[in-house]
């Protein structure tokens, strides 16, 4: 008589686990419930609709860093399947991926149906059924087995993964079965800030910021994008979700210090004197005298130093010149809020780490009960990161079944 695993979640790490496990054993039944009528829906939003599947890191150690919960738990599991691994598993069943030049690593179709045709197209070859619409009610562990309660009936399995994502229902199954939540709460998000410095010039973006908040030790550098909400781009992404947890406690409101240049003010103010004698008669406002600072945003920066759009180079008093290289490098601003990324919702919080043995991804309080994905209280910055744990622990779980 085949055993049967039953998959709570059909999202990336649950489908990734559920294929596996069947292609590994044909003597198990695989069954995946999933609450919605659709499949796979935040994969098809993922990285702008093109799903960024994994980054170009090829050591587990290095990769770990770009995990602020998760980075000790995944470096064993990252020893076992690693990104060339997920690599090769795309490209073994029709599906080619490229490295782009910020590492990320993306179908080469474009495309996240790619990936979602792969999967179906999988399950179905490896005779993994799907349930759509099939809430689950209740999990209940009776002698070796589970006994799972759902809207559409109930089912007993040897095996439970469950791959639920960020889902406050099934986080509330999980702590009936004595497991610890560790409180959830937003991760990548943008920053809303309401500015004279960052009004009308959305779009606008700089490669080489540096950002920091205030009165805390959180710092990163990249990428910054002004919006019409305030401020996004990587550099932003990587703050809110080393800052998940200090943020959520400061209700999202705080003050940040943007250096647009990530030069330092002693090397700015020099380098603005050098203007001031070199371009004496040339207006400060027609040219930005920095490559990575466009021309509509120096203007904002100019006007914000209290230069008018007729003073030239020559007329700039040294208060001046010290209050544009300040704007350059120390421009603060206020930040009243946050703004979900795109459609991508990444939380920090979910199945206590300390309750999993992350040899077979498995629960310290019940056998054969797995978990895997954004469930457990592992998440990562922006970037192909938290797929890439999906796929890792998805592809643990399906092999700690045969033992």
């Given at each position: 008589?085949?055993?049967?695993?039953?998959?709570?979640?059909?999202?990336?790490?649950?489908?990734?686990?559920?294929?596996?496990?069947?292609?590994?054993?044909?003597?198990?039944?695989?069954?995946?419930?999933?609450?919605?009528?659709?499949?796979?829906?935040?994969?098809?939003?993922?990285?702008?609709?093109?799903?960024?599947?994994?980054?170009?890191?090829?050591?587990?150690?290095?990769?770990?860093?770009?995990?602020?919960?998760?980075?000790?738990?995944?470096?064993?599991?990252?020893?076992?399947?690693?990104?060339?691994?997920?690599?090769?598993?795309?490209?073994?069943?029709?599906?080619?991926?490229?490295?782009?030049?910020?590492?990320?690593?993306?179908?080469?179709?474009?495309?996240?149906?790619?990936?979602?045709?792969?999967?179906?197209?999988?399950?179905?070859?490896?005779?993994?059924?799907?349930?759509?619409?099939?809430?689950?009610?209740?999990?209940?562990?009776?002698?070796?087995?589970?006994?799972?309660?759902?809207?559409?009936?109930?089912?007993?399995?040897?095996?439970?993964?469950?791959?639920?994502?960020?889902?406050?229902?099934?986080?509330?199954?999980?702590?009936?079965?004595?497991?610890?939540?560790?409180?959830?709460?937003?991760?990548?998000?943008?920053?809303?800030?309401?500015?004279?410095?960052?009004?009308?010039?959305?779009?606008?973006?700089?490669?080489?910021?540096?950002?920091?908040?205030?009165?805390?030790?959180?710092?990163?550098?990249?990428?910054?994008?002004?919006?019409?909400?305030?401020?996004?781009?990587?550099?932003?992404?990587?703050?809110?979700?080393?800052?998940?947890?200090?943020?959520?406690?400061?209700?999202?409101?705080?003050?940040?210090?943007?250096?647009?240049?990530?030069?330092?003010?002693?090397?700015?103010?020099?380098?603005?004197?050098?203007?001031?004698?070199?371009?004496?008669?040339?207006?400060?406002?027609?040219?930005?005298?920095?490559?990575?600072?466009?021309?509509?945003?120096?203007?904002?920066?100019?006007?914000?130093?209290?230069?008018?759009?007729?003073?030239?180079w020559a007329q700039l008093?040294?208060?001046?010149?010290?209050?544009?290289?300040?704007?350059?490098?120390?421009?603060?601003?206020?930040?009243?809020?946050?703004?979900?990324?795109?459609?991508?919702?990444?939380?920090?919080?979910?199945?206590?780490?300390?309750?999993?043995?992350?040899k077979r991804f498995e629960?310290?309080?019940?056998?054969?009960?797995?978990?895997?994905?954004?469930?457990?209280?592992?998440?990562?910055?922006?970037?192909?990161?938290?797929?890439?744990?999906?796929?890792?622990?998805?592809?643990?779980?399906?092999?700690?079944?045969?033992?």
């Amino acid at each position: 008589m085949k055993k049967k695993l039953i998959v709570i979640g059909g999202g990336a790490a649950g489908y990734f686990a559920a294929i596996n496990a069947a292609e590994l054993n044909s003597d198990l039944e695989v069954v995946i419930l999933e609450g919605s009528n659709k499949v796979l829906q935040k994969v098809k939003v993922s990285g702008g609709g093109r799903c960024n599947v994994t980054h170009a890191c090829f050591v587990p150690k290095d990769l770990t860093e770009f995990y602020p919960r998760g980075q000790k738990e995944l470096l064993g599991p990252f020893h076992q399947f690693m990104t060339g691994d997920t690599m090769e598993w795309f490209e073994n069943r029709g599906v080619p991926l490229k490295i782009e030049d910020d590492n990320r690593i993306f179908p080469e179709s474009n495309s996240s149906q790619s990936i979602i045709d792969c999967f179906v197209e999988s399950a179905i070859n490896a005779g993994v059924v799907l349930k759509t619409s099939t809430r689950v009610d209740s999990i209940e562990k009776k002698d070796e087995q589970f006994i799972v309660k759902a809207n559409e009936g109930e089912f007993v399995a040897d095996f439970v993964l469950i791959a639920a994502g960020s889902n406050t229902k099934v986080w509330n199954l999980i702590e009936g079965l004595g497991h610890k939540i560790q409180q959830p709460v937003p991760s990548l998000f943008t920053f809303n800030i309401k500015d004279e410095r960052l009004k009308d010039i959305p779009g606008i973006s700089v490669p080489k910021a540096s950002v920091k908040i205030l009165n805390s030790k959180l710092a990163e550098q990249g990428p910054l994008l002004i919006t019409h909400w305030g401020l996004s781009g990587p550099g932003i992404l990587k703050l809110s979700a080393w800052g998940a947890l200090e943020l959520f406690k400061k209700n999202y409101q705080f003050e940040i210090e943007v250096n647009w240049i990530s030069k330092t003010t002693n090397a700015v103010l020099d380098f603005l004197k050098l203007q001031k004698k070199n371009n004496g008669k040339k207006q400060v406002i027609l040219r930005s005298v920095f490559e990575d600072v466009s021309k509509r945003l120096w203007f904002k920066l100019v006007a914000a130093a209290k230069i008018s759009e007729t003073t030239q180079w020559a007329q700039l008093s040294n208060k001046q010149l010290e209050d544009l290289a300040n704007q350059l490098t120390k421009s603060t601003f206020k930040v009243s809020g946050k703004s979900t990324f795109k459609d991508e919702f990444v939380t920090a919080g979910g199945v206590d780490l300390k309750e999993i043995n992350f040899k077979r991804f498995e629960s310290k309080i019940h056998k054969n009960l797995f978990f895997a994905g954004e469930v457990l209280n592992i998440d990562a910055v922006t970037g192909g990161f938290n797929f890439q744990n999906a796929w890792t622990g998805g592809w643990i779980v399906a092999n700690s079944l045969l033992d």
